[in-house]
C-alpha cells in the first residue's frame, strides 16, 4: 500500500476511441481534459484498490492494457465528478497482471496536482 501524489503534468486524452471495443466509456461519462498514466503489477490472487483525489471534476479507471500500443478494455472505472474516486479491481489469475491505470480530468487541461492512493490485499 501507499500514496503518490503532488503536480502532474501529462497531455494526453484517453478518451472512448483508444478503447476496446471503440466508443466504450469506462465511466458512461466523457472525460476530455488531461490524462496522468500510472501502472500497477498485482500478484495472483490479489485485489487492488484505488483511491483518487484531486480538486477538478474527474475520473479514475484501469485497462487491461496501454491504449498507445492497441486498444485496450477497461476493467473498472468511477466518476463522481467532484470528489474522491475508488475502485478495486482482482486478479483472479494464477498469473500476476499489469494494470494501466488512468486519472481522468473532465476539462482540465495541462497540468495538475493530484492524490492517488492505493492497496494490494489477498483475496
Known amino acids: 500500500s501507499g500514496i503518490m501524489g503532488g503536480l502532474l503534468v501529462y497531455n494526453h486524452n484517453y478518451d472512448a476511441a483508444t478503447l476496446s471495443p471503440p466508443g466504450a466509456s469506462c465511466t458512461g461519462y466523457s472525460s476530455n481534459g ?45 466518476d463522481r465528478a467532484f470528489g474522491t474516486e475508488s475502485v478495486t479491481v482482482d486478479n483472479n489469475s494464477a498469473n500476476p497482471v499489469t494494470y494501466v491505470i488512468i ?9 495538475f496536482e493530484y492524490a492517488l492512493s492505493w492497496n494490494i490485499t489477498n483475496l
Open 34 to 78: 488531461s490524462d496522468g498514466v500510472v501502472t500497477a503489477t498485482v500478484g495472483p490472487m490479489q485485489r487492488l484498490t484505488l483511491v483518487y483525489e484531486t480538486p477538478f471534476d474527474s475520473a479514475l479507471y484501469v485497462l487491461d492494457g496501454c491504449p498507445d500500443t492497441g486498444p485496450a478494455a477497461c476493467l473498472e472505472g468511477a
Open 103 to 111: 486519472l481522468d480530468q473532465y476539462n482540465h487541461f495541462g497540468a
